[in-house]
């Protein structure tokens, strides 16, 4: 045991603790409270009815209080643990509460009224995940279209990404010709034109073209990404031009050579690319906001802004399909962190 | 990066999605020997650019110059044609100020809060920013444990989106909230931090450090490992304290980065949108009311649109970004100069 707490506390050759090692180990732990603490409680939240989520102080877990239908009232009622005026202890169901007073009915004689003042009962609860939170919005709300909308536009500006940005870099990397440089440098400084400067006018163009309230106008503004052209291009440069030169020999089209020889090879960018461009475009916010008005056509993000803003929030299902929303990335962030963030640390691009 | 061999095609699944891929591909084949062959290898280079170029075109190229067209004409009218030439009345307007440090006296009242709340904004957020993940890259450059598991902690918040980000911490600042719930523990009374302007305020800038950390973090850290370790071995055999060696070799060293890494942050911070508009919708009031806000509601969604104004204000944020986007390139071109590192 002890053998394992040094190697988890081992320090850089020093004798005992010094100051920077508590540093490290304070920033560490809140680190990693701050950081997860916010979505692990996000996803307790999404489990608890909406009752429970009324409650202050809230609970860690998810409690509902239990209810017994009872003879002679509609709804079912509330069951508390009382402490009768004589001093007994029973469970019983209230059917209303005036001021500090609450009126009571014993389940089994639901004849007999009882009065009890309110700090002599607790609520009997138990551990209950409230599922229909999650159930509810896929079969009552429009939240399968979202979801739906959101995968068709993640997956298909994801290949319509790989595919231009790819044909561009092949372009850039592999041929000499006039303005090449030119080219290059013009897709590099759409690095400096975000959508923020130009989405007044921008939205004028997809209005022309039709693409108002299409998720094609979702999906295109977006496709042609620099740092896209960017990431293959620089792995396309050490493809050995000596490969392509064969090809010609054999007398394969450059078609051929572009999507048989280089694609193949640009296998590692090209996966890097398509995780950048799946979480890009689920993320995207502010121009699905813009684009689509119509709400058969929102995508999760915009739906879920949009009921999130409304006046009488519903939180248990705004928090239950945020998880729903946070899965893929969620997934992504497990299985494929690696990638990223070596991309990041090798091209500084996000 | 370097080039693999590819793998021999394997699993049957793979198999069975690329044989309608590699039929397309082949179908598109025969036309395009014969654009080839009208072409040349020059025209094939044109053909394969198109696309590409195509879309930056109309989606972005096009819109940049359009916008310059588009904030001198007034009216609501969608298309520049139906648009009225105003001449720089919209710029005017945006400046029509008896006063330009109070926002009241000024005609667009709003587009000054903005431009009062951004600068502030930016100030407060890239200072705590670069402090946060420049601590977080030293530590984790620190001999440490199962580091790539820390790297990732402060990693995950970055790939969650503006709208779960804003929504996540929305209902932590509750009323009922995560946040109060601790708070309460040291007996504190629940308060609705959300609705007082100054703690919405530190909200703002306090989430969007929270999402973009590790971002900044990953890029510094990168910085860090390239420093070689003999310097501080040879620093440690001449005696020399440790914080003497952080700004004397640390800092120096890690310049290059920490350069590119605050215009970085600048520049997004200059554009703060997205989670602050879900977490607060830039209230309360107008307190956390950002430029790009601004200009989205000029723009689109009040009453009483006015695209032009929009335009207007949107063409002087792009200002501001190109001068830090250019900065941003002539530090990449000095470091790149100095060629100590790649």
Not at chain 1, 258 to 269: D, G, Q
Request: glycine share 8%; aromatic share 14%.
């Amino acid at each position: 045991m002890s053998r394992i707490a040094a190697f988890i506390f081992r320090r850089k050759g020093r004798n005992g603790w010094h100051w920077t090692d508590i540093v490290t180990w304070i920033w560490l732990v809140g680190g990693l409270l701050i950081m997860f603490g916010p979505a692990v409680w996000l996803v307790g939240s999404s489990f608890k009815s909406p009752a429970a989520l009324a409650e202050f102080p809230p609970t860690i877990l998810p409690y509902v209080t239990q209810k017994a239908t009872v003879e002679g009232y509609d709804k079912p009622l509330d069951l508390y643990d009382a402490t009768l005026p004589d001093g007994r202890k029973a469970v019983l169901a209230e059917v209303r509460r005036i001021g500090v007073i609450s009126q009571m009915v014993d389940p089994e004689k639901p004849g007999e009224i009882i009065k009890v003042n309110i700090s002599q009962r607790t609520p009997v609860r138990t551990m209950a995940f409230a599922t229909t939170n999650y159930t509810e919005p896929f079969t009552h709300f429009d939240f399968v279209r979202y979801l739906w909308n959101s995968v068709f536009v993640t997956v298909t500006a994801t290949l319509i990404t790989l595919v231009v940005n790819s044909m561009a870099a092949f372009a850039l990397s592999k041929y000499e010709f006039r303005g090449r440089t030119f080219a290059m440098l013009l897709i590099l400084a759409t690095l400096m034109v975000p959508l923020s400067v130009i989405m007044v006018p921008l939205y004028s163009i997809v209005s022309a073209l039709g693409l108002f309230n299409n998720l094609w106008g979702v999906i295109l503004p977006t496709v042609a990404t620099p740092t896209g052209v960017f990431i293959l291009r620089q792995y396309m440069l050490t493809i050995p031009d000596e490969l392509i030169d064969a090809a010609r020999m054999d007398k394969a089209s450059e078609w051929q050579i572009y999507w048989r020889i280089v694609l193949p090879l640009t296998a590692p960018a090209l996966a890097v690319l398509a995780i950048f461009s799946v979480v890009w475009r689920w993320n995207d916010f502010l121009w699905p906001l813009i684009v689509l008005s119509r709400k058969e056509l929102y995508t999760l993000q915009v739906g879920l802004s949009i009921y999130s803003g409304e006046l009488n929030v519903q939180w248990h299902f705004i928090l239950a399909m945020t998880v729903v929303t946070m899965i893929p990335v969620v997934l992504v962030f497990i299985f494929l962190q690696r990638f990223i963030t070596t991309g990041i640390a090798g091209t500084g691009l996000k | 990066m370097k080039a693999e061999t590819p793998r021999p095609a394997g699993s049957g699944f793979g198999e069975a999605i690329m044989v309608p891929v590699r039929l397309a591909m082949g179908l598109v084949d025969a036309p395009l020997r014969w654009v080839q062959r009208k072409l040349g290898l020059g025209g094939m280079a044109a053909f394969f650019l198109l696309p590409n170029m195509l879309i930056f075109g109309i989606f972005v190229l096009l819109p940049f110059f359009i916008n310059f067209a588009y904030s001198m004409t007034g009216g609501t009218a969608l298309f520049l044609d139906d648009r009225t030439f105003v001449g720089t009345d919209q710029y005017a307007r945006l400046f029509d100020c008896s006063n330009y440090i109070d926002p009241n006296s000024c005609t667009e009242d709003t587009f000054w809060t903005a431009v009062g709340n951004t600068a502030w904004f930016v100030v407060l957020q890239v200072t705590l920013m670069i402090l946060f993940s420049l601590i977080t890259a030293l530590i984790l450059n620190r001999e440490l444990m199962a580091r790539s598991f820390w790297r990732a902690v402060f990693f995950f918040p970055v790939l969650l989106s503006p709208v779960v980000v804003g929504l996540i911490w929305k209902w932590i600042l509750q009323r009922q909230g995560l946040l109060n719930f601790a708070l309460y523990g040291f007996g504190f009374e629940p308060y609705t931090w959300l609705n007082d302007r100054n703690w919405a305020f530190a909200a703002a800038v306090g989430v969007s450090i929270w999402a973009h950390m590790g971002f900044y973090t990953l890029i510094l850290l990168a910085g860090l490992q390239a420093i070689p370790k003999d310097l501080y071995e040879a620093a440690e055999m001449d005696g020399t304290r440790p914080a003497r060696a952080f700004w004397r070799i640390t800092l120096p060293l890690l310049m290059p980065n920490l350069l590119v890494v605050i215009v970085l942050v600048l520049i997004r911070a200059v554009q703060i949108f997205d989670e602050v508009y879900v977490l607060t919708g830039g209230g309360p009031g107008t307190s956390t009311l950002y430029l790009t806000q601004y200009i989205y509601e000029t723009g689109f969604a009040t009453q009483l649109r006015n695209p032009g104004l929009a335009a207007a204000a949107s063409i002087l944020m792009g200002m501001v970004l190109v001068v830090l986007t250019l900065i941003q390139l002539g530090l990449g071109r000095s470091s790149e100069k100095k060629g100590s590192r790649k």
